[in-house]
Structure formats: structure tokens, C-alpha cells
T-cell receptor
Framework: AQKITQTQPGMFVQEKEAVTLDCTYD???????LFWYKQPSSGEMIFLIY??????QNATEGRYSLNFQKARKSANLVISASQLGDSAMYFC??????????FGKGTKLSVKP | NAGVTQTPKFQVLKTGQSMTLQCAQD?????MSWYRQDPGMGLRLIHY???????DQGEVPNGYNVSRSTTEDFPLRLLSAAPSQTSVYFC??????????????FGEGSWLTVV
């Protein structure tokens, strides 16, 4: 079974600085993907970035990048130049056997002005 | 693009009432699913569908029904609402479940309160 672990319940970052949100995973699948989603206080679930296990380069999407270390089974999200609007819950996830998303418990990021 | 559209956004039900949460996507996605999100419980799969005419149960299916008569629509029915079904419900879809196109996109969520 797949498992996602996010060990940082809450993080603070100063506006304009970079922040890394940790994610480790456990899966027996040979081919898999890692996702990051953002959930602001308004509640919607916003897709940020995806990394496939066989992708040779780390994924990037604007200010978001994924630091993928396969040997360590980690898929950390890096947000550069933090903005106040980045304050939200962040979830790391992977697909389960039923095609569902399996999330970690999430990290609450607070950006300070 | 509309993406995944869920209605209603907010609903208050009385115990025993029934209702349907609507979900539609315009991305020609084969895979659709319903989740509920509760504090401390994370996101739990209720039902899912891998294509029109095919549905299956997830982790917490009791008290809910689904159907998939078209690729676009995947309604969730609460048969006889109970206070334990007070939750935030998300509909989600993806083109595939593996490889390219397996990114899941969510609707905006439906806040349901059962009194």
C-alpha cells in the first residue's frame, strides 16, 4: 500500500523568501507519480505540480519546484519568493490502487509580511 | 475551461432527507471520484468510476450512491442524511490513473451540514 508522510504540521516563512515543504513516500509500484496540492482557507484543492518516477528532471511550475530524490523516497516542494497568498495547507500525494489520491496529513504554511 | 463543476456549494439538510450533489467535467476525463474531507481524517474516497457505466466503492461508501450514465457527469446521492455525513465533499477527475494525464483535478467543494 502507498503511504505519504509529511512531518511538518506547520511552517512559517518570511515574505519573498524560499521555503521547502517535506514529503516522503512509500510505494511498491515501479512506476508512480507524486503530486502537490494547495488548499487555501477558502477550501478548494488546487493542483500545483507533478513528478513522475521515471522523469529524469525535477519538475518545475513557475515558483514551484519539486526536489525529487528517488533513493531517499522524498519529493519535497520548494516555493521560491513566497507571497502572502501562498499561506495555505499543502498536501503531498500519490495515486492508490483504486486510482484515488492518497495524501499526507498536510503542512500549514504561513507567510509573514 | 470550466474544469470540474460541483453544485451546490453549501447545503443544510435535516436528518433523513435525501439529496444529490452534482458533478460535471468537460475535460473528457474517464476517471471520476468523490471524496469527503473531515478534520483529522484527511481525504477519504467514497465512490469512483473508471468510465461511463462503471462505478465502484471506495473507503467509505455506506450511505451514498453514485451513477455514471455519461462521461461528463458523476452525481453523488445521499440516501437518508445523517449527522455523521456532515463534511466537505469533493468531486475529482483525471484522464487516466497512471502515466501521462493522471493528474487529478478537483471541484470547488460542497459544504454539507446535516442537522
Amino acid at each position: 500500500a502507498q503511504k505519504i508522510t509529511q512531518t511538518q504540521p506547520g511552517m512559517f516563512v518570511q515574505e519573498k523568501e524560499a521555503v521547502t515543504l517535506d514529503c516522503t513516500y512509500d510505494t511498491s509500484d515501479q512506476s508512480y507519480g507524486l503530486f502537490w496540492y494547495k488548499q487555501p482557507s477558502s477550501g478548494e484543492m488546487i493542483f500545483l505540480i507533478y513528478q513522475g518516477s521515471y522523469d529524469e528532471q525535477n519538475a518545475t511550475e513557475g515558483r514551484y519546484s519539486l526536489n525529487f530524490q528517488k533513493a531517499r523516497k522524498s519529493a519535497n516542494l520548494v516555493i521560491s519568493a513566497s507571497q502572502l497568498g501562498d499561506s495555505a495547507m499543502y498536501f503531498c500525494g500519490t495515486r492508490g490502487s483504486q486510482g484515488n489520491l492518497i495524501f499526507g496529513k498536510g503542512t500549514k504554511l504561513s507567510v509573514k509580511p | 475551461n470550466a474544469g470540474v463543476t460541483q453544485t451546490p456549494k453549501f447545503q443544510v439538510l435535516k436528518t433523513g432527507q435525501s439529496m444529490t450533489l452534482q458533478c460535471a467535467q468537460d475535460m473528457n476525463h474517464e476517471y471520476m471520484s468523490w471524496y469527503r474531507q473531515d478534520p483529522g481524517m484527511g481525504l477519504r474516497l467514497i465512490h469512483y468510476s473508471v468510465g461511463a457505466g462503471i462505478t465502484d466503492q471506495g473507503e467509505v461508501p455506506n450511505g451514498y450512491n453514485v451513477s455514471r450514465s455519461t462521461t461528463e457527469d458523476f452525481p453523488l446521492r445521499l440516501l437518508s442524511a445523517a449527522p455523521s455525513q456532515t463534511s466537505v465533499y469533493f468531486c475529482a477527475s483525471s484522464y487516466s490513473t497512471r502515466g501521462a494525464g493522471n493528474t487529478i483535478y478537483f471541484g470547488e467543494g460542497s459544504w454539507l451540514t446535516v442537522v
